[in-house]
């Protein structure tokens, strides 16, 4: 069975490539992408694999976008963080869906869901997809972050923060003067934010408009940035996002 996974956390990926291994499945993983761009070139590049496991979440937006370019009729299994997404996955006629951090008996089940099911063609609806994705509701952003402080949280406001990153699953935000443990994912975090004023520059970082000090260009058409209280972070905006990151800026 030839498996694709389209994951933007390589522990993630990482983390269903070893639940694989202990399933009752023989399977090949042809690669691994983190990208709804990416994605949309190698479905155009490769036939069709056995079965996809797609998060729905990527670094550069909803994976739902990728079957609004090109038609995919491999099966889907989608994983997610965030239940309000589930149910949209099972609407546009995913085999199963996944909530992280998957579990071996959820990742069986649908296993076998798919086994009995993979003699059917079953492609993705582009039109519910459409009115999937015009439906959704941009969720309220907060203006208060609970973070941990001795024993306990205190609440700061989000526009203190500078920056915010996860080192070794811990999310960090950073202030002027002073680096809080929050405890949220970077995916959670960067979804309740001001995305006027946040902007997550790849993976494992976001960065607030108003720290940026200077720009400057980096290899492979990247982007270095400069920002206040940088510790010992580097900034390094990913070259999916280089184009978009400086559209944000003029906004």
């Known amino acids: 069975?030839?498996?694709?996974?389209?994951?933007?956390?390589?522990?993630?990926?990482s983390q269903l490539q070893n639940l694989l291994h202990k399933s009752d499945y023989d399977f090949d993983v042809l690669t691994i992408i983190d990208s709804v761009e990416e994605s949309i070139s190698w479905f155009r590049a490769h036939s069709m694999p056995d079965l996809v496991f797609m998060d729905i979440q990527l670094a550069d937006g909803l994976s739902f976008e990728i079957f609004?370019?090109?038609?995919?009729?491999?099966?889907?299994?989608?994983?997610?963080?965030?239940?309000?997404?589930?149910?949209?996955a099972f609407k546009v006629n995913s085999i199963d869906y996944l909530l992280k951090p998957i579990q071996q008996d959820d990742l069986d089940t649908a296993l076998r869901k798919f086994s009995k099911s993979k003699s059917q063609?079953?492609?993705?609806?582009?039109?519910?997809?459409?009115?999937?994705?015009?439906?959704m509701q941009t969720p309220q952003k907060r203006s208060g972050i609970l973070v941990k402080e001795g024993s306990g949280f205190v609440?700061?406001?989000?526009?203190?923060?500078?920056?915010?990153?996860?080192?070794?699953?811990?999310?960090?935000?950073?202030?002027?003067n002073k680096r809080y443990i929050i405890d949220e994912t970077i995916d959670q975090l960067f979804d309740s934010l001001d995305d006027s004023k946040f902007y997550r520059i790849?993976?494992?970082?976001?960065?607030?408009?108003?720290?940026?000090?200077?720009?400057?260009?980096?290899?492979?058409?990247?982007?270095?940035?400069?920002?206040?209280?940088?510790?010992?972070?580097?900034?390094?905006?990913?070259?999916?996002?280089?184009?978009?990151?400086?559209?944000?800026?003029?906004?």
């Open 155 to 176: 609440q700061i406001r989000v526009s203190e923060l500078l920056y915010m990153y996860s080192q070794d699953s811990i999310t960090f935000g950073i202030t002027h």
């Open 121 to 135: 063609t079953n492609p993705i609806d582009s039109s519910i997809l459409k009115e999937l994705l015009s439906g």
């Open 202 to 251: 790849n993976r494992g970082q976001i960065i607030s408009k108003m720290s940026i000090q200077r720009i400057d260009p980096y290899f492979n058409h990247r982007v270095k940035l400069s920002l206040l209280n940088p510790r010992d972070q580097e900034f390094i905006v990913s070259r999916q996002k280089t184009s978009d990151f400086k559209s944000w800026l003029n906004h």
């Open 1 to 13: 069975m030839k498996l694709l996974i389209v994951e933007d956390e390589p522990r993630a990926a």
């Open 68 to 88: 609004q370019k090109i038609e995919v009729t491999a099966p889907i299994i989608f994983t997610t963080a965030f239940d309000q997404y589930a149910i949209q």
